[in-house]
Nanobody, 118 residues
Framework: QVQLEESGGASVQTGGSLRLSCTGS????????MSWYRQTPGKQRDVIAT???????DYEDAVKGRFSISADKDKNLVYLQMNSLEAEDTAVYYC????????????WGQGTQVTVSS
């Protein structure tokens, strides 16, 4: 099974930007779409952005207009460009398919921590 790996998290100030990267031990585009999730302590892991293999994108309302998901299939990478970061964006960020919670996905990575402070 494909093992995912996320990177790029850091501590930034409010209003800052980060770009997260996601790759895997095999082809991460074999299941049609990839998503970015985020999770805060005590809460479930939620999808915030999705990109299909055709390049169509979708965003959760809280990040729409600030975050951008993109993919480089040749490099087996999915990115999440995060701009205008807010304290509420503090979370651990993961990537996987949008149906990973229903058993249609890859092996979860460790995630990457994003901390936004004023």
């Amino acid at each position: 099974q494909v093992q995912l790996e996320e990177s790029g998290g850091a501590s930034v100030q409010t209003g800052g930007s980060l770009r997260l990267s996601c790759t895997g031990s095999g082809n991460i585009f074999s299941l049609y779409a990839m998503s970015w999730y985020r999770q805060t302590p005590g809460k479930q892991r939620d999808v915030i952005a999705t990109i299909t293999t055709e390049g169509a994108t979708d965003y959760e309302d809280a990040v729409k207009g600030r975050f951008s998901i993109s993919a480089d299939k040749d490099k087996n990478l999915v990115y999440l460009q995060m701009n205008s970061l807010e304290a509420e964006d503090t979370a651990v960020y993961y990537c996987n398919t949008p149906m990973a919670g229903h058993g249609v996905g890859y092996r979860w990575g460790q995630g990457t921590q994003v901390t936004v402070s004023s």
